[in-house]
């Protein structure tokens, strides 16, 4: 009788798959968790008044956020990538540096 070997690509012909355990499907989307949470960060300071510092945090989250889709393998991502890999990453670097650049430039309120 041999063993399998467990990092083997599992093929239709075993049979269905056993599901994995909740905490290893929830841990595997701390990409997007760690993005989720500077982008709250941000919405915080921004709700309290500190709007350039909450627009510059989010902008800073979606730069992460950039960085860990651009260099994460497909099967790491998670609901990070939600198109091919280069358009998630022009997007979301766009969108990072138009808000970082949007904090830095408008002037704070007299």
């Known amino acids: 009788m ?6 083997a690509s ?3 012909d075993q ?3 056993a599901p994995r355990p909740w905490w290893q499907l929830v841990l ?3 990409p997007l968790f760690v993005v ?6 941000g919405l915080a300071w921004v709700g309290l008044t500190h709007w350039k510092r909450g627009s510059f945090t989010l902008g800073f989250a979606f730069a992460v956020g950039t960085l ?14 939600v198109r091919r890999r280069w358009v ?11 808000i970082i650049t949007l ?4 002037p704070p309120a007299p």
Do not use: E, N, T
């Open 2 to 7: 041999s063993r399998r070997d467990p990092g």
């Open 10 to 12: 599992w093929s239709v």
């Open 15 to 17: 049979g269905p798959r």
């Open 28 to 30: 595997g989307q701390w």
């Open 36 to 41: 989720l949470v500077g982008v709250s960060i």
């Open 68 to 81: 860990l889709r651009a260099f994460l393998p497909a099967d790491k991502v998670g609901l990070l990538g």
């Open 88 to 98: 998630d990453v022009v997007c979301l670097g766009l969108l990072a540096g138009g």
């Open 103 to 106: 904090s830095l430039v408008v």
